[in-house]
C-alpha cells in the first residue's frame, strides 16, 4: 500500500530470492567459508545448529576482519604517519611537535587534531599549535577543538573555548553551529543544542542544509516529530522561526551550561544579517542523502506513513542516490506496519540498485520476524547474514537471545553465547534477565552465576538489570541467590544498590513479611527514602497476615519521612480489615483517606461493601453501592458481585434474583455473578434453579478456571446428574486443560459415592490421593468416569496405566480403578492382564481388588474363579465385606448359579450372628463408632 505512491519497480510485493548469481559480489573472503553451505536446503531444528557452528568456525575471519576494520587510518603522506603514530603512546606532546616545528601546514595541523581520541590531548596539541609565532586562529581548528570537548561533556572548558575563539574574531560557521547542535543533542540537552539555532539567527547565519538536517534529527531523537516538522518546512521557505521552541531549563542544567543564556549573546562572533536569505520566495529542497534518511527516519517514527513515503518518492525523483540507511528505514517503516511483502519488495528494489544489505538490515527483517512470533523466518534471516558475508552483532545477538531464550532453546542459546565470547565480547547485560529466567527454569543456577560473573568483570551492570535478575530468582523461590546477588561485591556503573532493587527483593518476599521489614529499615539505614510504593508493598504484606498492628507502624514510619500515603496504602489496610470482619478499623482508615483528600475508589468502596456485609449490615452496604454510583466509572462488576453476596448471605431471594437479572441484562454478569447465584439457589435447597443457573453459566462461557467447574460440578452431583457431572470433568480436564484442585477431587469423592462405588473402594482412593500416591489423581479420574458409564472416557485414563514402561509403584487402587473401568466396559482380558500385572509387580490384592475380580468373573462366566473367592470368604481368609459377598452374590445369580447365591448368603448370616454373640457385652468401641462420635461418618478422612 504505502510503496504505491513512491512509483516504479518498488510497488512490487513479489518475495526477493537470492540465488547464487546474484549474490556472487558477496562471495568475499570473510563469507566464502558459508557459501559452500549456502547452496545446499535444510529444514527444522538442524538448520539453527548449522548456522550456530558455523559461526564458531568464523572467529579468526572476524577478527581479522575486526581488526582491519580497526586499524584503518587514512593514507597520509609526508610526515603525519609518523606524528600520529609517535602520538598515539607519548605523554610529552610538546617535545614530539618541538622537534617538526615549522614542518607542518594548516592541513596538517587540522588533520593532527582530528586524529586525537582525547579530549586533553586535543587541548594539548592545539595549545602547542597556538604557541607558534606564525600560527594563524582559524574556526576549522576551532570546530574540531569544541566538538571534542562537546563529545566528552566538558562544558566549563568548552565555554572558555568559546570565549577564546571571539576573542581572536574567529567567526562561528554553520559547520560550527551544526556540531554544536549535534554535541549538545547527541547527550540529551535539547533545549541547550537549540539555544545555539537562537544564537545563530542573532548573528546572522542562515542554517545549511547539513545544520538544518542536524536541528531535524535531535528534535526527532528527543520525540519532538510536530516541532521538528515545522523547522524543516519553515527551512523549506528560507525562515527560522523560534517562538514555539521551549528554551526553558532546570535548575541544574542551568547551572552547568549558564553561559548559554548570559555569556552567550555577548559573544561568539561578529553579527551578520541573513542578507535576505531569510522569507525567500524560493522554496529549499533537500539535496544529501542524509537529510532524506533523517526525514524518513522522523516522520516513520511519528506514525506519518504516508508522508515517510512522499519524502522517498521525493528522493527518488529528484535522483538523490539512495544508500543502505534509505533502504533499512523505509523496511523497517513498512515491516512495523505489518506490510511486510513491501518491505521484502524494497529488498529487491535494494538489490536491484546494487546496494548490499548490511547487518542492519538482516537485524531488522530478523526482528519484524521476531515480534510477530514467526522463530522459522526469524532464525532464516539471522542465518542469511552469514550468506552475505556479513557478521551478526550486538543487536544481532540480543535478538536472537530472546528469540531462543524465551523457546527455552538451551543448545542453541549456548552456541550463541560460545560465538559472542569467541568475538572477544560479552554477553549484552539486557539480554541477562531472560537468559536468567531459561537457565533456572531448566535448573542450571550455575550458568546464570557464571554468566552474571563475566558481565561483571567487563564493567558490570544497571540495577536496572540487578532488580531484573533478582526478580526471576525470587519468583523461583531461589532466596539464597537473590540475597548473594543483592548483597556481593559490585563493579562499574551499578556500584551502589537503589531503591528499585530493594523494591523488587521486598515484593518478591511476599509472605515472609518479617524479612520484607527488614529489608525496609536497611534501605532507610542507607539513606535511601523508600517510595510510596515501597511502603505500600509492606504494608499490604502485613495487612494480609492480619498483623494489623506492623502494618500500622510501618504506615507511621511513612508519614515521619514525609512520604505520602495514596489510595494503593488505604485500600489494602481497608480491604484487609473488611476481610476480617472489622469494621469499626475499616472504617477509620476510610475517613482518614477521605481527610486527606484522597476520594475512595472503587475498589476501596467494594471493600467497604463486603465490610459491612460481614456484620451483616445491608443498609451499610447499600449505601456504599449506591456511592459508587456517583462515581465517574460508576459501578463495575466486582462491586455488583459484592452486593450479591451480601444479599446471598443473608437469604435475601427476591433482592439476589432481582441484581442477578439486572446483571444479565445488561450485561455485565461474568463468572462470579453465575456461581455466586447458583450458590444462593444451592443453600435454599433450590436444586432445579441451581442447575438452570449453572446451564445459563456454561452457555455464557464463563466456566474457565477450576473454581467455576467446582461449582457447576457440585451443583449436578446434588442434584444426582453424575453423567452431566463426568461430561463437565471430560471439558474441564481434557478439553479445557484445566488442572483440577483438591475441590475438584473433593466433589469427584462424593460422586463415586452416590455412583455405587464400594465404601473401601472410596476409602482407599481418599487415601492414595492425599498421601499423594504415583498415579492417584488418575485412579480417581478413572473411577469417576467409569462409575457415571462414561467408558470411552475411562479407558483414555486407562491408557496411561497401561504403558509398559509406566510402574504404578505399589499403589493398589490405581490398578483397581484401571481393573474396575476395564471390567465395567466389558473388555474382560485387559482387566485379567492388569491384575497379573499388580502381582507381577509386587503388589498385593486387597478386598477392593477382590470385588473388582468378583465382577469381571462373573461377567465372563469364570464360577471358579467366584467359588475360589467365596471360599476364601468362608474359612476367613478375607476379612468380612459387605460389599465384596454382594458382589459375589450378584456374580451368582448373574451366572445363573441360584443355589450358590443363597448358600453364601445363609453362609454370611450364621457368621454375622456368631460375632453378635461373642462381642456380647464387650467394653471396646470400634472405629466406626469414634468416627461417630466425633461427628464424621468415616468416609471424608483428612489427611
Not at 556540531?179 to 539567527?201: C, F, N, R, T
Amino acid at each position: 500500500m504505502m510503496l504505491q505512491c513512491c512509483g516504479g519497480s518498488l510497488a512490487q510485493t513479489s518475495t526477493p530470492s537470492f540465488s547464487p548469481c546474484k549474490l556472487h559480489s558477496l562471495r568475499s573472503t570473510t563469507g566464502s567459508l558459508f557459501w559452500r553451505f549456502s547452496c545446499h536446503q535444510y529444514h527444522g531444528k538442524d538448520v539453527v545448529f548449522l548456522g550456530f557452528k558455523l559461526q564458531c568456525l568464523s572467529k579468526d575471519l572476524y577478527l581479522s576482519q575486526k581488526s582491519l576494520n580497526k586499524g584503518k587510518r587514512k593514507k597520509y603522506g609526508g610526515v603525519l604517519p609518523v606524528i600520529l603514530r609517535e602520538l598515539e603512546g607519548r605523554r610529552d606532546v610538546e617535545t614530539l611537535l618541538d622537534s617538526y616545528c615549522g614542518k607542518l601546514n594548516p592541513k596538517e595541523q587540522t588533520l593532527i587534531l582530528k586524529e586525537q581520541s582525547r579530549w586533553d590531548k586535543v587541548i594539548r596539541v592545539f595549545n602547542w599549535f597556538k604557541s607558534q609565532q606564525d600560527y594563524a586562529p582559524n574556526v576549522i581548528h576551532y570546530n574540531v577543538v569544541l566538538r571534542s570537548l562537546g563529545r566528552a561533556q566538558k562544558w566549563d572548558e568548552l565555554r572558555l573555548c568559546w570565549i577564546e575563539m571571539s576573542e581572536k574574531g574567529v567567526v562561528a560557521t554553520n559547520n560550527t553551529y551544526g556540531m554544536l547542535v549535534d554535541v549538545y543533542g547527541k547527550v540529551g540537552l535539547v533545549k541547550e543544542a537549540l539555544l545555539w539555532i537562537k544564537h545563530m539567527k542573532l548573528r546572522g547565519v542562515f542554517p545549511d542544509e547539513v545544520t538544518m538536517s542536524t536541528v531535524i534529527k535531535v528534535l526527532k531523537d528527543a520525540g519532538e516529530f510536530d516541532k521538528a516538522d515545522k523547522f524543516y518546512k519553515d527551512w523549506c521557505v528560507g525562515r527560522v522561526e523560534l517562538d514555539y521552541l521551549d528554551f526553558e531549563s532546570d535548575e541544574e542544567a542551568l547551572s552547568l551550561k549558564q553561559f548559554l543564556l548570559t555569556e552567550l549573546f555577548r559573544s561568539g562572533g561578529r553579527s551578520r544579517d541573513f542578507g535576505g536569505v531569510e522569507e525567500s520566495d524560493v522554496t529549499r529542497k533537500p539535496r544529501l542523502t542524509t537529510t532524506y534518511n533523517t526525514l524518513i527516519d522522523l516522520y516513520g517514527k511519528a506514525g506519518r506513513l504516508e508522508e515517510a513515503a512522499g519524502v522517498f518518492s521525493d528522493m527518488l525523483k529528484a535522483s538523490v542516490p539512495l544508500d543502505a540507511f534509505t533502504f533499512n528505514t523505509m523496511i523497517f517503516i513498512c515491516g512495523s506496519e505489518g506490510h511486510l511483502s513491501e518491505a521484502e519488495a524494497l529488498l529487491d528494489a535494494m538489490e536491484e540498485r546494487g546496494i548490499r544489505p548490511d547487518t542492519k538490515t538482516c537485524n531488522i527483517f530478523l526482528k519484524l520476524y521476531a515480534d510477530l512470533g514467526d522463530v522459522d523466518a526469524a532464525l532464516r534471516w539471522f542465518r542469511k547474514i552469514r550468506e552475505f558475508g556479513l557478521f551478526p552483532d550486538d543487536a544481532t545477538h540480543r535478538v536472537v537471545i530472546k528469540i531462543l531464550s524465551e523457546r527455552n532453546m538451551v543448545e542453541e542459546v549456548e552456541f550463541v553465547i560460545q560465538e559472542i565470547e569467541r568475538f572477544g565480547k560479552c554477553v549484552d547485560q539486557s539480554s541477562l534477565p531472560l537468559l536468567a529466567k531459561m537457565y533456572v527454569g531448566v535448573r542450571m543456577n550455575e550458568r546464570v552465576k557464571l554468566l552474571i560473573e563475566r558481565v561483571k568483570s567487563r564493567g558490570g551492570f544497571s540495577s536496572r538489570i540487578y532488580a531484573a535478575l533478582l526478580d526471576v530468582y525470587a519468583e523461583n523461590g531461589l532466596w539464597a541467590e537473590a540475597e548473594a546477588l543483592f548483597y556481593g561485591e559490585r563493579d562499574g556503573f551499578g556500584q551502589k544498590r537503589d531503591v528499585l532493587e530493594y523494591n523488587v527483593m521486598i515484593k518478591a518476599y511476599g509472605g515472609l513479611v518479617d524479612r520484607a521489614r527488614e529489608f525496609l529499615n536497611e534501605m532507610m539505614d542507607a539513606r535511601l527514602k523508600p517510595s510510596c510504593l515501597t511502603f505500600s508493598a509492606v504494608i499490604a504484606r502485613f495487612a494480609e497476615k492480619k498483623s494489623f498492628s506492623i502494618a500500622i507502624d510501618v504506615l507511621q514510619e511513612m508519614l515521619l519521612l514525609d512520604v505520602r500515603p495514596n489510595e494503593i496504602v488505604y485500600g489494602s489496610l481497608i480491604n484487609a480489615f473488611a476481610e476480617d470482619g472489622k469494621l469499626e478499623e475499616a472504617n477509620v482508615y476510610f475517613k482518614t483517606m477521605e481527610d486527606s483528600g484522597i476520594s475512595p475508589n472503587q475498589v476501596i468502596l467494594t471493600s467497604m461493601i463486603k465490610a459491612y456485609g460481614k456484620i451483616r449490615s445491608v443498609e451499610g452496604a447499600r449505601g456504599m453501592y449506591e456511592r459508587m454510583q456517583m462515581l465517574d466509572g460508576g459501578l463495575d462488576i466486582v462491586a455488583s458481585n459484592s452486593m450479591l453476596n451480601v444479599y446471598a448471605e443473608l437469604g435475601m431471594l427476591s433482592e439476589a434474583e432481582a441484581m442477578y437479572d439486572h446483571l444479565r441484562e445488561t450485561g455485565l454478569a461474568d463468572g462470579v455473578t453465575f456461581a455466586t447465584m447458583m450458590l444462593v439457589y444451592k443453600n435454599m435447597g433450590m436444586l432445579d434453579s441451581a442447575i438452570e443457573v449453572a446451564e445459563q453459566m456454561r452457555e455464557s462461557g464463563f466456566l474457565r478456571d477450576c473454581v467455576g467447574y467446582n461449582k457447576v460440578m457440585a451443583c449436578y452431583a446434588a442434584h444426582g446428574q453424575l453423567v452431566e457431572c463426568g461430561k463437565l470433568l471430560h471439558e474441564m480436564v481434557v478439553v479445557g486443560k484445566v488442572a483440577p484442585n483438591k475441590k475438584t477431587f473433593k466433589v469427584l469423592f462424593t460422586v463415586l459415592k452416590k455412583g455405587g462405588v464400594p465404601a473401601e473402594a472410596v476409602r482407599d482412593l481418599q487415601t492414595s490421593y492425599y498421601e499423594g500416591r504415583p498415579f492417584a489423581k488418575q485412579a480417581v479420574l478413572t473411577s469417576a468416569f467409569s462409575i457415571v458409564g462414561l467408558h470411552a472416557y475411562a479407558l483414555e485414563w486407562c491408557g496411561i496405566f497401561r504403558k509398559e514402561e509406566v510402574g504404578l509403584r505399589s499403589n493398589a487402587s490405581a490398578y483397581n480403578a484401571a481393573i474396575r473401568a476395564y471390567v465395567a466396559y466389558g473388555r474382560i482380558d485387559d482387566a485379567l492382564k492388569m491384575f497379573m500385572r499388580m502381582q507381577d509387580e509386587g503388589v498385593e490384592p486387597d478386598v477392593v481388588t477382590l470385588i473388582n475380580l468378583v465382577h469381571c468373573y462373573g461377567r465372563a462366566g469364570m464360577v471358579e474363579g467366584v467359588k475360589r473367592v467365596h471360599s476364601q470368604l468362608k474359612h476367613g481368609e478375607v476379612a468380612p465385606s459387605e460389599a465384596l459377598v454382594k458382589a459375589v452374590v450378584e456374580a451368582y445369580k448373574n451366572m445363573k448359579r441360584l443355589d450358590l447365591a443363597e448358600l453364601i448368603t445363609q453362609e454370611m448370616k450364621l457368621v454375622s450372628e456368631f460375632e453378635q454373640f461373642a462381642d456380647c457385652g464387650s467394653e471396646d468401641i470400634d472405629e466406626r463408632d469414634i468416627s461417630l462420635a466425633c461427628g464424621s461418618d468415616g468416609d471424608d478422612l483428612k489427611y
